[in-house]
């Protein structure tokens, strides 16, 4: 048996493609997924282990930890999105506002809090962790943004407690990435133009584009690539 691999929120877009991708290479794969019905099916499809779970509910992360097994090489924390988007645009009160702000750290920040905690005694000695933030923790005037820029923070200050067990910790940030659910239908011609011109290589990214860094990083070439941002963007946003 190969590698165990945990995937959060692995049961579409970039996630499946990164769960597809480490299973074709004879890893033991497991994904979740809020939606039970779709984690079955997906797992179904690709010949993985899928469990149901809301990476932000900490009884739920507990129960996954029991059934992943012992033993985990990589954990991949993929659980997210803007839950802004799931909401509506209109902010009526404080309370409102707080509810919003609260439900993008949840699934953008504590989901992968909760799920490496209860995995970290899991985790074995040449592992990874790797974190899937975006490119909107550079522009953080949104709870969206401002929850991917905690998660980079958080990422790299976990790092340094992890590595003197042998496990690196990276935080994998994509701009624009097409074929996934991220925009929920909302993304207009206008706004998907706009993106893909802010790249230098006039493209939008693809969820190979992410899953092949991060199979990466999880690879025996990344050893020495620890507490590090490593955004896919095309160059919308470039750092030096």
Not at 70 to 98: F, I, K, Q, Y
Request: glycine letters at 12%.
């Amino acid at each position: 048996m190969g590698r165990t691999i945990v995937i959060t929120g692995g049961s579409a877009g970039i996630g499946r493609r990164v769960a597809q991708r480490f299973a074709e290479s004879g890893a033991d794969v497991v994904i979740t997924g809020r939606t039970p019905d779709r984690v079955e099916r997906t797992a179904g499809e690709l010949g993985v282990r899928g469990i149901a779970c809301d990476a932000g509910i900490p009884a739920e992360v507990a129960r996954l930890a029991e059934q992943a097994g012992p033993c985990v090489d990589v954990l991949v924390n993929m659980a997210g999105g803007n839950t802004d988007l799931t909401r509506g645009s209109e902010t009526a009160s404080l309370e409102e506002l707080s509810a919003r702000w609260q439900a993008n750290l949840t699934a953008n920040l504590m989901s992968a809090v909760l799920t490496t905690s209860a995995l970290r005694g899991r985790l074995q000695p040449g592992g990874a962790v790797i974190n899937v933030g975006s490119i909107g923790a550079e522009y953080a005037a949104s709870s969206y943004g401002a929850a991917k820029a905690a998660l980079a923070a958080w990422s790299a200050g976990i790092s340094a407690q992890l590595a003197p067990a042998g496990i690196t910790v990276n935080t994998v940030a994509p701009g624009y990435i097409e074929d996934t659910e991220f925009f929920r239908g909302q993304l207009t011609e206008e706004r998907r133009a706009t993106l893909i011109d802010s790249t230098h290589n006039k493209r939008a990214g693809n969820p190979d584009d992410v899953a092949g860094l991060i199979e990466f990083l999880a690879s025996p070439h990344a050893r020495h690539i620890t507490g590090q941002t490593l955004h896919v963007n095309g160059g919308a946003h470039t750092t030096r």
